[in-house]
């Protein structure tokens, strides 16, 4: 099975997968790992020049370039919710001018699931919630006080079969929580 893992930084992404998988990327921003210190070089370069779109980074082993990401970078591992109740429509917050997905940072000794329902709880008002199946993970990072963050998120499908009112989270900047038909997901696509 291939292994690969995409890396967000915001718009753009970083692909780390096994030679053969970078279909569709330009040779110039294709490279094969080499060391340590090629990968954190082009990051720095990737993560400072907006014109570049995307970088591919190859090896028979991409889990091993991301553990070296993990362990060079600040690293916070954080998990979430796409909730979905009886009427099929899906739970969005707006925050800092974004639709998004509540999600939120694992406490120390917290089960990913745990931290899912915490926040998803914490940042909507939601109470009664149960997780139906997990739906992998996704990468991102950003800059925080000029220091580097690598994320790593750990998505739940969750379920939600009651009226409880809707509380966003106004200490977190979240503005509101809506529910959404999937016909209406257009809206949040265009932030």
């Known amino acids: 099975m ?3 893992y995409k890396i967000y930084f915001n718009h753009r992404f970083l692909l780390i997968t096994q030679p053969g998988n970078q279909a569709g990327i330009a040779q110039k921003y294709l490279y094969k790992f080499e060391n340590p210190q ?6 720095s370069t ?3 020049d907006e014109s570049i779109p995307c970088l591919c980074i190859t ?5 091993k370039i991301l553990n070296l990401l993990s362990r060079h970078f600040r690293f916070l591992e954080a998990a979430g919710g796409l909730i979905k109740n009886t009427k099929d429509e899906y739970l969005f917050i707006y925050r800092r001018d974004h ?6 940072k694992c406490e120390k000794g917290e089960r990913k699931e745990e931290t899912a329902l915490r ?3 914490e940042e909507t008002g939601l109470i009664r919630l149960k997780i139906i199946q997990p ?3 996704t990468f991102h990072t950003y800059r925080q006080k000029d220091q580097f963050t690598f994320k790593r998120t750990y998505w739940y499908l ?6 409880d009112p809707l509380l966003p989270q106004h200490e977190e900047d979240i503005e509101e929580a809506r529910w959404f038909t999937p016909t209406q997901f257009g809206e949040i696509r265009k932030n």
């Open 2 to 4: 291939t292994q690969e």
């Open 158 to 163: 969750m379920l939600c079969e009651n009226n």
């Open 46 to 48: 990737f993560e400072g």
């Open 38 to 43: 090629q990968i954190i070089q082009l990051i």
């Open 99 to 104: 639709w998004d997905l509540p999600k939120g």
């Open 135 to 137: 739906l992998g993970s």
């Open 119 to 121: 926040e998803v709880k």
């Open 59 to 63: 090896d028979d082993h991409p889990d």
